[in-house]
């Protein structure tokens, strides 16, 4: 007599989440089924997942439109473990990552300009659909980006956002080799600012609150230490000449509004630090010397690869703290105490 083989398939063990059950509630482990691709969209073993300051916009729910339970994460590195409908170009086993830059609609009119960076509807892992706080994401292909062999998952992560931040910010400011550059702050955006600033050939001075982080300025790249609690560092600039750009990472309008005054003719504050309350100026600070202020967000994933190659010619490096999946509050919440040093970043 035959026997009949049933084909089992075997039990496939749920992921793990953190997310946000709703606005302003505390992070959640929950477990979930492993989601799958659609047409046009890959699944990715998440590796590591950045903690970005921006998390707070789906953390305190302060982005229209966020549905809940949401999974933060915008700073991505995993594999390709499966490939939806229609998907060539991408193969299973493929390194990637996802950062701001979550897809476009292809349709608007700064898209058909080829302006996919302020896409008028602009997705956003994290907060358009569910980021890198879980061992498995869903991404559509517009938003992936190839990580380079040798940069580890915890080095790439926050280079999907803070690195291609401040790295096409100043590829854009106008700046030329030899430049005054100053970089407001140095943590998270800043110590990143500071390295590919010296990298582009430009002089750079760093401007900080206290001594503590002078030694470490130098060691990243900085010509000059600005102490702004101990000096004045529109002064200090001056002396310099008047800095070209100024690049704005710490979230202080308060503090970007003092420095204006240190550009040279020609200057450009870039703001790349998010802040909610008001820069001031005046209109005369501006006429005078034909200074520009700009804000600048971060970039399109083909931003995203030459940041990463950048960082792999030159040895450009995130400095990390690590937490795992399960202590994403902790993780999340020393991120926004100021103290890491200075990327925070979860493993899976």
Same mark, same amino acid.
């Given at each position: 007599?035959?026997?009949?083989?049933?084909?089992?398939?075997?039990?496939?063990?749920?992921?793990?989440?953190?997310?946000?059950?709703?606005?302003?509630?505390?992070?959640?482990?929950?477990?979930?089924?492993?989601?799958?691709?659609?047409?046009?969209?890959?699944?990715? %073993?998440?590796?590591?997942?950045?903690?970005?300051?921006?998390?707070?916009?789906?953390?305190?729910?302060?982005?229209?439109?966020?549905?809940?339970?949401?999974?933060?994460?915008?700073?991505?590195?995993?594999?390709?473990?499966?490939?939806?409908?229609?998907?060539?170009?991408? %193969?299973?086993?493929?390194?990637?990552?996802?950062?701001?830059?979550?897809?476009?609609?292809?349709?608007?009119?700064?898209?058909?300009?080829?302006?996919?960076?302020?896409?008028?509807?602009?997705?956003?892992?994290?907060?358009?659909?569910?980021?890198?706080?879980?061992?498995?994401?869903?991404?559509?292909?517009?938003?992936?980006?190839?990580?380079?062999?040798?940069?580890?998952?915890?080095?790439?992560?926050?280079?999907?956002?803070?690195?291609?931040?401040?790295?096409?910010?100043?590829?854009?400011?106008?700046?030329?080799?030899?430049?005054?550059?100053?970089?407001?702050?140095?943590?998270?955006?800043?110590?990143?600012?500071?390295?590919?600033?010296? %990298?582009?050939?430009?002089?750079?001075?760093?401007?900080?609150?206290?001594?503590?982080?002078?030694?470490?300025?130098?060691?990243?790249?900085?010509?000059?230490?600005?102490?702004?609690?101990?000096?004045?560092?529109?002064?200090?600039?001056?002396?310099?000449?008047?800095?070209?750009?100024?690049?704005?990472?710490?979230?202080?309008? %308060?503090?970007?509004?003092?420095?204006?005054?240190?550009?040279?003719?020609?200057?450009?504050?870039?703001?790349?630090?998010?802040?909610?309350?008001?820069?001031?100026?005046?209109?005369?600070?501006?006429?005078?010397?034909?200074?520009?202020?700009?804000?600048?967000?971060?970039?399109?994933?083909?931003?995203?690869?030459?940041?990463?190659?950048?960082?792999?010619?030159?040895?450009?490096?995130?400095?990390?703290?690590?937490?795992?999946?399960?202590?994403?509050?902790?993780?999340?919440?020393?991120?926004?105490?100021?103290?890491?040093?200075?990327?925070?970043?979860?493993?899976?």
């Amino acid at each position: 007599m035959a026997t009949l083989r049933v084909a089992v398939k075997p039990a496939v063990a749920p992921m793990k989440v953190a997310q946000i059950p709703k606005p302003g509630a505390d992070f959640q482990i929950a477990e979930r089924e492993i989601p799958q691709p659609g047409a046009g969209q890959v699944r990715i %073993k998440v590796k590591a997942c950045g903690v970005c300051h921006s998390d707070e916009l789906t953390k305190e729910g302060s982005w229209p439109g966020i549905q809940y339970p949401r999974v933060p994460g915008h700073e991505v590195a995993g594999i390709i473990d499966e490939v939806g409908a229609g998907v060539s170009a991408w %193969k299973n086993g493929q390194r990637v990552g996802v950062g701001w830059h979550g897809g476009q609609d292809n349709t608007c009119r700064e898209c058909r300009r080829g302006d996919f960076r302020n896409c008028r509807n602009l997705k956003v892992a994290g907060i358009n659909y569910d980021g890198g706080y879980q061992q498995y994401m869903v991404a559509p292909v517009e938003a992936l980006v190839s990580i380079p062999d040798s940069l580890s998952d915890v080095e790439a992560a926050p280079l999907l956002c803070a690195g291609i931040t401040t790295y096409n910010a100043l590829r854009h400011s106008g700046a030329l080799p030899g430049d005054l550059v100053a970089v407001q702050g140095v943590g998270g955006l800043g110590h990143l600012g500071i390295q590919f600033a010296n %990298k582009f050939g430009y002089k750079v001075a760093a401007v900080g609150r206290g001594s503590e982080n002078a030694e470490l300025a130098k060691k990243l790249g900085a010509s000059v230490y600005v102490d702004s609690q101990s000096m004045n560092a529109v002064q200090e600039l001056q002396k310099l000449g008047g800095a070209r750009v100024i690049v704005a990472t710490a979230p202080s309008s %308060k503090a970007m509004s003092e420095l204006i005054d240190g550009l040279g003719p020609n200057g450009k504050l870039v703001v790349i630090g998010a802040a909610f309350d008001p820069i001031e100026v005046t209109p005369i600070q501006l006429i005078s010397g034909s200074k520009t202020i700009q804000g600048w967000a971060a970039g399109t994933p083909a931003d995203s690869e030459d940041t990463l190659r950048f960082a792999e010619l030159t040895g450009v490096r995130p400095m990390i703290e690590t937490y795992p999946l399960e202590k994403a509050a902790e993780a999340y919440a020393r991120m926004m105490s100021g103290k890491a040093q200075f990327r925070v970043v979860l493993t899976m």
